[in-house]
């Protein structure tokens, strides 16, 4: 029988353990690449390639084992791609998925998995369902608080969200009374022009509109479309919305040439960066013409109807 030298298998486990160190950093550099490759595509809004992108992605990730970091973040990733794409049934199980392994290797105070959080709780916020979505953003922002605390770009977002539950379930009170924090706040901790204040005001404005609040409705959506307009990196969709959602004002107040210019303004600005084929094109361009056929307008709304359709 061979025997070998304690030297010999000391040497062996080095070179094993040099090898599996390799292979990990090529594994981590190629999940990178995908991942950063996939983030580039996100912002452009090409879905369909983003998840394929992001599925090699975790098929590298999984080769470091069932508990590293970066297959918490492919999990999430692919959620957020499948939530993007309409799939919203379909990115919950992934963000299940992320949100558990994150906090057990982070732990449940840890800010990453209070980013998991909000994350989970957009799932179910886009599910409609919004008593699960409610508590997961008050604990998310409970960790913030105690960890980066809350001055800064992503609590505020997470409380403009929670504000967002609080109106999409009926819960108008508590949902003006959040809005008028988290505005405040907002212009506090951020620049007079960031796109996120622009989307809040967007948020509160429809708030104050379904409230019957028209002249707080009208004041607020005015205030979005400016900040947008003067926003370094504005949020271009976000704007046709608040023009849309300005002019849906301007119908209820019987503004009517008003309303029809902000409408075509909303329709061309969607259609220029998002196309017709978006269904939030279609959507405005179902409303504008609803307004016009119920305003007595019944031939240009079918001119109109033709003229955005394609």
């Not at 392994?101 to 959080?117: H, N, R, V, W, Y």
């Amino acid at each position: 029988m061979r025997y070998w030298s304690i030297s010999v298998l000391v040497g062996l486990l080095f070179l094993f353990q040099v090898g599996s160190v390799a292979l990990a950093t090529d594994v981590v550099q190629w999940w990178d690449q995908y991942n950063r490759a996939g983030d580039h595509l996100y912002k452009e809004g090409k879905y369909l390639e983003v998840q394929q992108i992001w599925e090699k992605s975790l098929t590298e990730a999984k080769r470091l084992g069932p508990e590293s970091h970066e297959l918490a973040t492919s999990f999430s990733n692919l959620a957020m791609v499948q939530s993007s794409l309409g799939h919203p049934e379909a990115a919950l199980p992934l963000q299940l998925k992320a949100t558990a392994l994150m906090e057990k290797i982070m732990g449940p105070e840890s800010d990453q998995t209070a980013a998991t959080l909000v994350n989970l709780a957009e799932c179910y916020r886009n599910l409609q369902d919004f008593k699960e979505a409610v508590p997961l953003y008050k604990r998310a922002l409970a960790i913030l608080k105690n960890t980066i605390g809350l001055n800064n770009h992503d609590a505020v977002l997470t409380m403009s969200n929670l504000a967002l539950c609080y109106k999409k379930s009926g819960q108008w009170k508590e949902s003006e009374i959040e809005y008028s924090n988290v505005l405040k706040r907002a212009e506090d901790v951020l620049t007079a022009n960031d796109s996120l204040i622009g989307l809040i005001c967007t948020n509160f404005g429809q708030l104050y509109n379904d409230e019957g609040k028209l002249p707080e409705a009208e004041i607020m959506l005015k205030r979005a479309i400016e900040i947008q307009q003067r926003s370094p990196e504005p949020d271009l969709f976000g704007m046709a919305v608040a023009m849309n959602d300005l002019a849906e004002v301007y119908g209820t107040e019987n503004k009517t040439d008003e309303a029809k210019v902000l409408y075509k303004q909303a329709l061309d600005l969607v259609k220029k960066n998002l196309g017709t084929a978006s269904p939030n094109y279609m959507k405005m361009l179902a409303e504008f013409v609803a307004f016009l056929s119920s305003h007595g307008q019944a031939k240009e709304a079918k001119k109109v109807f033709e003229d955005y359709s394609h």
